[in-house]
């Protein structure tokens, strides 16, 4: 019996004694007998609000009482106040965890003791087409079904992971998975998309394989060369013919090497610069007399050059794509044929580079695939006349970093216009506008 119930039952007996001792004996037991009949009807209220309150989960803020009663709910009401706060934290906590998971470019599904789904962030929809509401409680291998993730659950090694096609919502995707156990025979089966990975590593494969080509194939002339030279007995003419030929495969490869070089520089280098001033007319006017020592006297080529707008960047770049275009336009149209290299304004203010040509012209299906990296349309063609199938792709970089639209138009056996349009914030105030017709 604790200290407070011996103070209240003290003070009963000692009013009824006072009662008895003040009035009569028979008062005094009816004193003590209403007194306790109080005491028990208290205790017993009081009991009835507690469990009341334990029932519903709702100990503050209630009517403290006196006696032990004080006590009990002053205590309930502090704990309670308590365990709200411990709750908010972890519930806070739990928000925090939620939204970490849900941040990850990773699918996250946790698995019970059965390989049943107890939760998936919102990745897996987009990975397995996972819903967390409808799918919960559903065996892992009903819903992802690969023969591959089937067996890799059966055999249980989970050290490994696996390399998975899957049709995600966006479309076919190439996933990494991996089961991590944890707890009580619960698992974690984590999702990476390494679709992009996987075609750069293509890209890359296919890129080392086309430099390897396209290095072999004149090496190997020009040790056949070598071998004839130390080999046969040749006259002062052969030899002066077979170093002209060895010469000629060494620029070769020397050109592919600079072009790579330039792509990598491309690839490396950050936006081309706003600040230099690009001096056109006159880069464009190099670039004609550069074309025409190349065709020598084998076409026509004409220069229009109506603006006299500079370009925001980087010379060296400008030069290369505009040369490349020209370079090609000679390349591929026939002896007698004419092109015509424009710098114009547009009406919106910016400015084009354009080179058309009356040459062999190309079939439409080619056309979205000219720039991809070493994509000819007639590879012997393009090898007779010194190309490296790197042209195109350097042209289409200097654009994008020079926030320019490359268009290509060209009908088969008519000819091409390659154009570069450049828009108002990357060209240079206007200078004095002159016409120069070549
Ligand atoms: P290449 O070094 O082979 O010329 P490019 O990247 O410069 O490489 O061009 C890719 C392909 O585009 C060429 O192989 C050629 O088939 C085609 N091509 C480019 N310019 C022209 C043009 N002016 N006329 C016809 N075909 C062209």
Redesign the pocket.
Known sequence: MGLRTMYSLGLIVFLSLLCAQLFSASTGILCSIFLLVLYVCYQSWNQYRLLKALKQDDLIGHHRGFGIWYDIFSLLDKKSKEWRQEVLRSEIEYKRFIQAVQASPNGLVMLDEDDQIEWCNSVCKEHFRLDPLRDARQPITFLLRHPDFVHYMHEANFSESLHLDFMGVNGNLMLLLQIFPYGENRKLLLSQDITILKRNEAIRQDFVANVSHELRTPLTVLNGFLETLRELPLTEAERKRYLLMMSSQSSRMLSLVEELLILTRLDNSPVSPKTAVVKVTELIQRIVEDGKSLSNGRHIIRLSMISSRNILGAENEIFSAFG?LLT??I???PEGGTIQVYWEDLPDGGAIYS?R?T????APE?IPR??ERF????RS??RD?G???????I?KHVAIRHAAQLNIE?TLGVG?V?SMAFNKDRLASMDNPTVNIN
Do not use: C, K, M, Q
């Open positions: 490349n090609n336009a390349r591929y149209t080179v040509d040459g062999i012209g190309i080619h000219l720039t994509y000819r349309v007639d063609r393009s006349t190309g490296t199938g790197l042209g195109l792709a042209v060209s091409s390659f």
